[in-house]
């Protein structure tokens, strides 16, 4: 209701505006109907959206329905899908608090616990400061990404982790569950002023259902001792590398599932290394490579490219900057170098900041397996030999059963029976390869191989061969 009313009120003053620019009008019918809104996507996306628009800073806005929709599908839907991951593997493995209270120290958790644990409490800090001075526009923006690191990074990552076996290293499976619970707890106090419902729905799951509501608890304040920024910058590093792969895989058109051999990072910043060197397990992991070299060999791969900012620097230079652009194109290498050692130059008489000029690195040639990543490049082996391949119809054979086991019901904690029956030789060889691994992954205590021919034909896809799952 009180949205509801906010919104009509925002309307009504002429705050808020049509798609077209115009003044919302119901004789002109140009707006969708509140309640509609709220019925469709909730209150909290609607205050969400509102609260992340020009309104909040007293300007008008036009308001967008599929706005509304977009904050409903990344923020309230992923938000809510961690929660019921927590939930559906807790209530599994009937994890109780007193299992969770017994979880290692942070310091002594891995270090992806450690990592969205001291960038939940930097988020922390971050939006303290925003709502203390009012840029409540600025609120946003951080919590959004915040979710996508919980979800597309943290959970997705340590999967295997909360699907381990009870009884087999069961710290590594409640510290799992002890870091999630931490995070979704005080990022749910952290949120509840914004998304006030999905918010105190979460802290009640959480938490003794007796206990009082979310907004009866004190607003989160960072804690500066879990706070390690050098940790956040290098899994930063690691995120950008992993995304650069994946478009590499993308370009080459080799899916994430096929195993590689080997990933190059070329680089000639010690630093810079032993930052990726800390992250390489989680690298390697996210994107199913073995293992990764580094090449310091940086002019044999790429090169340093100059451009004025004509926007900042067409001002300044005036008809010069035609000049100055062709002074910039023929600086060689090692004067690139001293450029940005020094981080200024001057031409003409006139000093010229390093933030004035846009100095990008670029290959030295046009490989499609090769990319930049900030100030360093990487290049990804896409040699496919047999035992890769191999590997790769195990993981297509493990898809197939998840797919099938979700449409034929099974929970969570279901084992099952499962032959699979073909005459491809590859596929016979792959399956009695990674057995143990194909059974751990589907939750498969009878698995039975048969060779010979089968009527339906699920992996022709990819090989030509035929497989049939019971």
Known sequence: LFDSVAFKNCITTGMILAEDGRKMSKSLKNYPDPENLLDNYGGDSLRAYLINSPVVRGEPLKFSEEGVKLVTRNVILPLWNSFSFFSNYANADEITIEELNKASPLRERPIMDQWIVSSLQSLIKTVNEKMENYYLYEVIPPLMNFID?????????????FWKEKGKDDIDKINAFKTLHEVLLEFSKTMAPVLPFICEEIYQGLTDKEKRSIHYENYPISNSELINLNLEKEMEIAKNIIRSVRNIRLKVDIPNKQPLNKLTIITNDSEKSEQIRKMEEIILNELNIKYIEFDDNFENW??????PNFSTLGPKLGENIN???DYLSNLNQHE????????KLEFNKEKINISDIDIRLIKNEDRDNQDIVEDFSVYLDTDVDDDLL?????????SIVQKQRKEMGFDITDRISLSIKSDNEILLKSVEKFKDYIANETLTTDLEIINEKASNKLLDYFVDTNIKIS
């Open 336 to 343: 690139i170098k001293e450029l940005i050692s020094n981080e």
């Open 323 to 325: 000049k100055f652009k």
């Open 390 to 398: 191999k590997e790769r119809i195990s993981r297509e054979i493990v």
């Open 302 to 307: 790429v090169k340093y490219e100059c451009k």
């Open 149 to 161: 690191e919980l979800t597309n990074w943290y959970v997705r990552s340590n999967r295997k982790r």
